[in-house]
């Protein structure tokens, strides 16, 4: 059960928010799009990478599952040991007991000397915490980006979850425990934190950073019972948790819908005209003003009925009297309603007739019930919220994998690192250092992030291939249909699947969409060309044809970043699973994937006339209008990119490769692409050579022109195919005289 001093403190904090007309829950939402390191997921949305070192995750395990033994030895089994014989505390520990002590009064006093006072215990956790908040408060300072409730969020998360993997013995107990003990001594180091950063601070931006901290902090995270979101409002053992009885729940949540949020003060009496509604009634208010005079008298015998619901009834029921001790209790606390009604009560005659119905009017019940159904909706989002943070060592190789699932066997685990858990935290030093994720350390000196950027964004590649697939038919005959199950589609699929950034949105025999950073769809496409290419010249080798006197099937490839993604997925009975992922990129690649046989013939016509060839496969061409203004003509049978998706390239490409831009004028040019027919502009070309990749071909760009994409003029650029016999000549001829 949950302390009754929670409810008025959590309602000092709902209320302003409410006030306002906001909603508590909204504080609980991360703006990721404000975070200057994010990546893009396969649903459009967009999502934190980040990485926990090992060394925390062994300090939340270990820790929780100390609690979880000491919760065992000194409550199941009543264990009694001499306070010399426990650890020694300091002034800090002792306040910790102290604050816990006076908000259950019946927890054992060992086992919380001993867990606040272990080194590996609520001392351990603490720093985790403390070290995890101060981090987030100075990258929030130092990017101008909300960094103070993303970190909150997580490391809520991070907790819930181990409480979650602990295992199932004495759960009532442990239960109990963790909610009282872990959840109680997380809202006091917050508010110990928060009066140190936020002391005399007034100003509305901390204001909203303070409460971004402590609303998402609820009962809910701290329980190792943990319903799905949906079931959370309904779910009984949580509703008792809160002190209420799950029937009357639902019954209060009907009459707040008929009298109204201003009037919830005669909810009360509405439920107690029903027998059972104030019976149900009257033992909620009972149960949590009994925990309310445990706290106010230090007399932790009460517990004894809060926590046991028969012999509440008893007690009630006038079918027992508490013991001597509890009866003087009650004498010396008369001004609690609780103690004046029970002294009446238990007397019983003429005094327990005038004891009145104080459960009607005592509003102990109704700011649970209002404590509890906000929580709920707050638990809810703050779930919701967790989802923005992407575990990317979960991902990344089997030994993180290991590691990640280590925290439910953790339990009796010696103190020595494996030698996988050095390995993983050295490969996410390595990650955090490249700027790849944002990463949970013990020094609270190191930033979240090393401050080097990632490409933000997803651009969109459309590749069609009907024609090439038409060719392929042509060629493969009878075994057409074997080709495209055996080699082609299983061919694309490794492919893509090789770059785990990179999301498949559309596929079908007309070609496909990808989705990702724009270096991860270049990576893509260059490498499913090239394979494309040799599925090629493998077919004509088994058909002993010649490839080179063959015509190359056409392959048409654009790629594009322009405004920002929107995504909705269905779920149908009969058509199943639907999803669409939509950007203004989408428009212009199908736009610059255009491929017509007309004006196939009419570009080889002005080009063939002057004996010329065209020096790559995007070629655009002006062609006068009716009004003398030229039209560009585009026919895409090779990889284009829009200037956009370029200038991202090359932007996240500028720490990483050398990159040149070149312009050769016509002696340049001489004996070396005496051949080609140049672009209507001119040759302009960017070379982009990767460091450390100096064996590897470097990517050759040259601007085609500017044809109108989907209503829209637009540069366009041509990544050459290394292979072409053009690019052979720029690469082994021009590169190296070209300045």
Same mark, same amino acid.
């Given at each position: ?37 994010? &990546? ?39 264990e009694k040991v001499s306070a010399h014989s426990l650890p020694g505390m300091d002034e800090?520990?002792?306040?910790? &007991? ?83 003990? %872990? ?15 936020? !002391?005399?601070?007034?100003? %509305? ?31 009984? #053992? ?7 009885? @799950? ?35 009257? #033992? ?76 009607? #009017? ?19 989002? #703050? ?10 060592? %979960? ?82 005959? @009878? ?27 559309e596929c079908s025999a007309s070609g496909c969409l990808l989705r990702g950073s724009v ?144 312009? @050769? ?27 450390? !990749? ?46």
């Amino acid at each position: 059960m949950i302390s009754p001093d929670y409810f008025s403190f959590r309602w000092s904090w709902y209320s302003p928010v409410l006030n306002r007309q906001e909603q508590p829950a909204e504080r609980c939402a991360i703006e990721v799009r404000r975070l200057p390191i994010r &990546v893009s997921g396969r649903d459009a949305g967009e999502y934190i990478p980040y990485a926990v070192h090992p060394e925390i995750k062994k300090t939340i395990s270990a820790s929780l599952h100390r609690l979880q033994d000491y919760a065992i030895r000194y409550m199941v089994r009543g264990e009694k040991v001499s306070a010399h014989s426990l650890p020694g505390m300091d002034e800090r520990m002792r306040s910790m &007991v102290a604050h816990l002590r006076k908000q259950n009064p019946h927890l054992s006093r060992d086992m919380l000397h001993h867990w606040c006072a272990d080194p590996k215990g609520a001392t351990a956790l603490l720093k985790v915490c403390e070290v995890l908040w101060e981090q987030g408060w100075k990258q929030d300072q130092m990017d101008a980006a909300p960094w103070v409730p993303a970190v909150n969020v997580l490391l809520l998360k991070m907790i819930r979850h181990g409480i979650a993997s602990l295992s199932s013995e004495e759960s009532g107990t442990s239960n109990h425990v963790m909610l009282c003990v %872990v959840g109680g001594l997380y809202v006091w180091a917050l508010q110990a934190f928060l009066k140190r950063y936020l !002391e005399g601070v007034v100003e %509305v931006s901390r204001i909203a950073s303070y409460e971004s901290m402590m609303l998402p902090v609820t009962p809910m995270v701290f329980l190792h019972h943990q319903p799905e979101s949906n079931l959370l409002s309904d779910d009984s #053992r949580l509703i008792r948790y809160y002190g209420l009885e @799950p029937e009357i729940v639902p019954q209060l949540r009907y009459l707040r819908g008929k009298v109204g949020f201003k009037n919830e003060g005669g909810m009360l009496a509405l439920l107690g005209k029903d027998k059972l509604g104030e019976h149900l009634l009257r #033992r909620s208010w009972a149960r949590l003003s009994l925990w309310k005079l445990a706290m106010k008298s230090g007399h932790g015998a009460w517990m004894r009925w809060v926590l046991d619901a028969k012999l509440l009834d008893k007690l009630l029921a006038g079918q027992m009297q508490p013991d001597a001790a509890s009866m003087e209790n009650l004498k010396t606390h008369v001004d609690e309603p609780v103690a004046a009604w029970l002294l009446a009560h238990l007397s019983g005659g003429r005094a327990a007739k005038n004891a009145g119905e104080p459960w009607l #009017r005592d509003n102990i019940t109704l700011l649970a019930f209002r404590v509890f159904d906000e929580d709920v909706r707050v638990e809810i989002a #703050r779930r919701e919220a967790e989802k923005s943070w992407i575990d990317k060592a %979960v991902h990344s190789a089997p030994a993180r994998s290991s590691i990640q699932g280590g925290s439910s066997t953790a339990r009796g685990v010696g103190g020595l690192r494996s030698t996988a858990n050095v390995q993983l935290a050295h490969d996410l030093e390595q990650a955090w250092q490249d700027g790849e994720l944002v990463l949970i350390q013990p020094d609270a000196g190191k930033a979240l992030h090393s401050g080097k950027a990632l490409s933000l964004r997803h651009g969109c590649m459309r590749i069609e291939w009907s024609e090439f697939l038409a060719g392929m038919h042509a060629i493969s005959g @009878p075994s057409a249909a074997e080709f495209l199950d055996k080699k082609f589609l299983p061919n694309l699929l490794s492919v893509v699947n090789a770059n785990e950034s990179i999301f498949l949105d559309e596929c079908s025999a007309s070609g496909c969409l990808l989705r990702g950073s724009v270096l991860a769809l270049t990576e893509t496409g260059v490498l499913l060309r090239k394979s494309l290419h040799h599925l090629y010249d493998e077919l004509c080798e088994q058909r002993a044809l010649d490839a080179d006197t063959l015509v190359y099937p056409p392959l048409s490839i654009c790629m594009d970043m322009t405004g920002e993604w929107i995504f909705s997925e269905q779920q149908h009975a009969r058509l199943g699973s639907q999803r669409i992922a939509f950007s203004l990129a989408v428009t212009q690649v199908d736009a610059g994937v255009c491929r017509d046989s007309n004006v196939e013939r009419l570009m080889k016509t002005c080009v063939g006339k002057y004996g010329l060839k065209p020096i790559g496969g995007v070629n655009v061409e002006p062609v006068p209008g009716n009004d003398g203004v030229k039209v560009q003509l585009l026919h895409n049978t090779g990889f284009a990119m829009t200037s956009s998706a370029m200038k991202e390239l090359t932007s996240v490409l500028s720490s990483r490769a050398e990159i040149r831009e070149l312009r @050769p004028d016509h002696r340049d040019l001489a004996s070396i692409l005496d051949e080609y027919q140049f672009p209507a502009g001119g040759l302009d070309l960017l070379v982009i050579q990767r460091h450390g !990749e100096k064996e590897q071909e470097p990517w050759v760009l040259m601007k085609a022109g500017k044809p109108c994409l989907a209503g829209v003029d637009v540069d366009l650029f041509e990544l050459l195919d290394e292979d072409a016999a053009a690019t052979r000549q720029i690469v082994d001829h021009g590169l190296a005289h070209w300045v």
